[in-house]
């Protein structure tokens, strides 16, 4: 798990949404199409730490995340300065994918399946 974590560049933009995103994945459990819905806005900090709202099939989930998945997902979205965009997708496509160039797509759970097998 560590191996995995750990094997995205820091040092792009690619490699630390790819590292928030494994973080979030190994550590929270949720299903991947979970994981492409998060809005900024389901990053909150309350009592007990970081923490982040899910809304799947199983209904509404609070999950508080360790201080690394926290320290990733705050990285990452200082590097992408969408941070304050609350309503907007909390792990971005990096690239148009013709049809729009909407900055504020969400990663469809096909390209987390890419970046597990990446």
Do not use: C
Request: proline residues 3%.
């Amino acid at each position: 798990a560590r191996a995995l974590l750990d094997s995205p560049e820091r040092s792009t933009l690619r490699g630390l949404r790819d590292r928030t995103l494994l973080s979030i994945g190994l550590q929270v459990g949720a299903r991947r199409s979970e994981i492409a819905r998060l809005a900024v806005r389901d990053f909150q900090e309350g009592p007990g730490g970081w923490r982040l709202h899910f809304a799947g099939r199983g209904g509404e989930a609070v999950v508080v995340v360790n201080d690394e998945t926290a320290e990733r997902i705050r990285e990452y979205l200082d590097a992408a300065g969408h941070g304050l965009d609350l309503d907007g997708p909390l792990l971005r496509p990096l690239r148009a994918n013709g049809r729009t160039h909407d900055g504020r797509r969400y990663l469809s759970a096909d390209m987390i399946d890419r970046v597990l097998k990446k």
